[in-house]
């Protein structure tokens, strides 16, 4: 099976990569993530990304496009959550690429996060999928998110702080209660793993 599998960042595609790897998926990684903001942000994801494929030997396409004006209006108009727009923008994208090129289907490493809405995901892969006529490959990839975060710590990669666009840039600041003082039991659980992790491996805090 020849993939091509969309990647947001260097520490969401750790997990998905190896896996596929593993499988024997003939796969390609593509960055195009036109909504990461600002572009100081975008080069650091772009470049983590490109460490993680040169350290593995992972194909990598890279797509600089920057079109923050169209994202942003696009965010902004849509109907339902702004997430949904740049799930679908990405995915069209990538849908047209892999059909364009040949690959037997698309997937994207957005699918390795709990943080994600996968609903959204899977519908805006499986509209792209038919509009450009190349299957969209679905795995829940969050089975191994921890070990994506692990594998991202032992190589060095640069972690990000939020999702991407400038909203969710801002909304990393507000503070509310849950924020301050009330931490869910799953992210306490991922925080005293990610520590352990950096005990073990000696590594700084990202």
Request: hydrophobic residues 30%; proline residues 4%.
């Given at each position: 099976?020849?993939?091509?599998?969309?990647?947001?960042?260097?520490?969401?595609?750790?997990?998905?990569?190896?896996?596929?790897?593993?499988?024997?998926?003939?796969?390609?990684?593509?960055?195009?993530?036109?909504?990461?903001?600002?572009?100081?942000?975008?080069?650091?994801?772009?470049?983590?990304?490109?460490?993680?494929?040169?350290?593995?030997?992972?194909?990598?396409?890279?797509?600089?496009?920057?079109?923050?004006?169209?994202?942003?209006k696009g965010m902004l108009a849509e109907d339902t959550v702004r997430c949904?727009?740049?799930?679908?923008?990405?995915?069209?994208?990538?849908?047209?690429?892999?059909?364009?090129?040949?690959?037997?289907?698309?997937?994207?490493?957005?699918?390795?996060?709990?943080?994600?809405?996968?609903?959204?995901?899977?519908?805006?892969?499986?509209?792209?999928?038919?509009?450009?006529?190349?299957?969209?490959?679905?795995?829940?990839?969050?089975?191994?998110?921890?070990?994506?975060?692990?594998?991202?710590?032992?190589?060095?990669?640069?972690?990000?702080?939020?999702?991407?666009?400038?909203?969710?840039?801002?909304?990393?600041?507000?503070?509310?209660?849950?924020?301050?003082?009330?931490?869910?039991?799953?992210?306490?659980?991922?925080?005293?793993?990610i520590s352990m992790i950096r005990e073990k491996s000696s590594l700084p805090?990202?």
């Amino acid at each position: 099976m020849k993939m091509l599998l969309h990647a947001c960042c260097g520490p969401c595609a750790c997990y998905p990569a190896q896996k596929l790897a593993k499988e024997g998926v003939d796969f390609t990684i593509y960055y195009y993530n036109p909504n990461i903001h600002p572009y100081r942000e975008f080069k650091k994801r772009l470049s983590a990304l490109r460490q993680l494929c040169e350290n593995n030997d992972y194909r990598l396409i890279i797509d600089k496009t920057y079109c923050l004006e169209e994202c942003v209006k696009g965010m902004l108009a849509e109907d339902t959550v702004r997430c949904a727009f740049c799930y679908r923008m990405r995915l069209r994208q990538a849908a047209y690429l892999a059909a364009k090129e040949g690959y037997d289907c698309f997937s994207t490493t957005l699918l390795v996060s709990p943080y994600q809405k996968h609903d959204l995901i899977r519908a805006a892969g499986e509209n792209a999928a038919e509009e450009f006529g190349v299957p969209f490959y679905y795995e829940d990839f969050r089975t191994g998110y921890e070990k994506g975060v692990e594998i991202s710590l032992e190589e060095g990669l640069y972690r990000q702080g939020y999702c991407g666009c400038v909203f969710s840039e801002r909304d990393r600041y507000k503070i509310d209660k849950k924020s301050a003082g009330e931490e869910t039991p799953e992210s306490v659980r991922i925080t005293k793993k990610i520590s352990m992790i950096r005990e073990k491996s000696s590594l700084p805090y990202l």
